[in-house]
């Protein structure tokens, strides 16, 4: 897997999608692919478009379909296929709230007694995985009194989807038919491994969330269409899904490197190196936030780290916020932790510049498809101000940017320094070859990537300070980077960028 994608708002970087477009064909052009989060009806909605009222239009103040389509034929784009809920506000849920057994709806939308027709004991009830505080159900009142008990995972206004029902599974199968006709090109699965409510259990990640899993990849490549599922999750759930789909996320990345960061250590990274997925999209930083779970234990499980180090790193980013991700980050039903950092990871780390361009560099040397969110890659803080106009701790780190803080931001030694090392990435042979990687005595990682006569090495080191270089052989002339099309930027700067 070659080149590297950008995360982002259609709405919050360029402002709508025909200059999304032209970001991406101009200062963003060595993006080979883009994931653009959702565009939907609405996509203003209570959970930023994850919450569609109509998953198969696009909002006419973002643009229309043509525009999707423009983008794409000049890269890959990926879409969310939203598979566990739709808004409260849907036709389809307002109809059978009006129509009840009459609607033309009727069993599409999970409810209490689906799940536990005989009832259900309290251990019961309380035994399923909810990533918010509180039960998974919300009371909505049917057109003719009856009061109905409705699945709702995430939000009150965001209704469970019955994925076993027939007209659910048409619903989904629909959607992915007008993602494609709309040059779509891969399909993220968000939120699946909540999809299936099996009683007895959690209900994350089960033998029959696979089973969904391996029904929607078949449905998805009918329409020729890749599949990338997300799951914050313990890691072995990625490598357990990892061969059933295209491409799965490396969300452990992001919290060994915070621990390697914050410890000087580098043995936990080292261990992940040795058992990750290959087809993986790399991550440091998304608009969900920063999740820590993906690397900690689970019950009887141990993490690639353990309890006292997550809390650590939940500690450090503390301090490094100033105690604002303490107040944006929600701990989950049963937990005494957050599952998710609610910060930049640059905020995460103090605002240091230097130890953001490392783990920066590290994720994009590693094998998989690298994609960087876009306020990561504008070196963008906390945005405390969203985070308290709209009580969403996840605003924090979705920030809306004018075009005019685009530009500013794009010109900073931190952003440019990120498209030198994408534009490396995108462009060396070596990283069409074989990767390889060794750890020193004192620490130290070496990660080579080696093409005939073509080298890209990247050597990091924790501890006493957070150090990396960079280098190349056969680069084929220099490297140029420049997003305002002035002086060249050679990867020669990148290495001196590390050192701010």
Do not use: C
């Amino acid at each position: 897997m070659t080149g590297v994608d950008l995360l982002a708002y259609a709405d919050r970087l360029g402002g709508d999608l025909p200059r999304l477009g032209a970001l991406l064909d101009g200062p963003l052009r060595d993006f080979a692919g883009v994931h653009i989060l959702p565009f939907f009806v609405p996509f203003d909605g209570a959970d930023a478009g994850f919450d569609p009222i109509d998953h198969r239009a696009v909002d006419p103040r973002l643009g229309t379909w043509d525009d999707v389509r423009a983008i794409a034929e000049r890269r890959e784009v990926t879409v969310d296929l939203i598979v566990n809920h739709v808004s409260s506000e849907s036709a389809e849920f307002v109809d059978w709230l009006a129509l009840g057994y009459e609607s033309a709806h009727d069993g599409m939308f999970l409810t209490f007694d689906t799940v536990f027709p005989d009832g259900a004991s309290e251990a019961e009830i309380t035994a399923f995985y909810r990533p918010r505080p509180g039960l998974p159900f919300t009371a909505y009142r049917m057109a003719d009194g009856t009061r109905r008990l409705v699945w709702t995972t995430f939000m009150p206004s965001q209704v469970d989807l019955d994925v076993a029902n027939d007209r659910a599974r048409e619903y989904l199968r629909t959607t992915l038919a007008t993602l494609r006709a709309g040059g779509v090109t891969t399909v993220r699965l968000d939120a699946v491994g909540y999809a299936v409510k099996t009683p007895g259990t959690d209900s994350f990640m089960t033998p029959e969330t696979l089973e969904f899993v391996r029904e929607i990849v078949r449905l998805a490549r009918g329409e020729d269409l890749r599949v990338l599922v997300e799951v914050h999750a313990h890691y072995s759930q990625q490598l357990a899904i990892a061969p059933l789909v295209d491409y799965v996320y490396d969300f452990a990345l992001a919290p060994l490197l915070l621990h390697s960061l914050g410890t000087g250590t580098s043995d936990r990274l080292a261990e992940w190196l040795r058992i990750r997925p290959q087809n993986a999209i790399t991550v440091l930083d998304t608009h969900d936030g920063i999740g820590i779970i993906d690397a900690g234990p689970s019950g009887d499980r141990p993490g690639l780290i353990d309890q006292d180090e997550m809390a650590a790193i939940f500690e450090r980013a503390a301090v490094a916020t100033n105690g604002h991700s303490t107040l944006a980050s929600v701990i989950p039903a049963w937990m005494s932790l957050p599952h998710q950092i609610n910060a930049t990871f640059l905020s995460a780390l103090g605002g240091d510049a230097r130890s953001y361009l490392l783990a920066r560099a590290v994720q994009l040397w590693l094998p998989g498809k690298p994609q960087l969110y876009y306020v990561g890659l504008l070196g963008g803080l906390d945005d405390i101000a969203l985070f308290q106009q709209t009580g969403q701790g996840r605003d924090v780190n979705r920030h809306r940017y004018t075009q005019d803080e685009v530009d500013a931001a794009l010109a900073s030694d931190v952003a440019r320094a990120q498209l030198a090392l994408v534009r490396l990435r995108s462009t060396h042979p070596a990283f069409t070859g074989d990767f390889g990687y060794r750890v020193d005595a004192d620490g130290s990682l070496e990660l080579e990537w080696t093409l005939g006569d073509a080298r890209a090495i990247l050597r990091v080191s924790f501890a006493p300070e957070p150090r990396f270089t960079i280098r190349t052989t056969n680069t084929g002339g220099p490297l140029t980077a420049d997003p305002l099309h002035s002086d060249p930027l050679t990867i020669d700067t990148v290495e001196a960028l590390a050192a701010l």
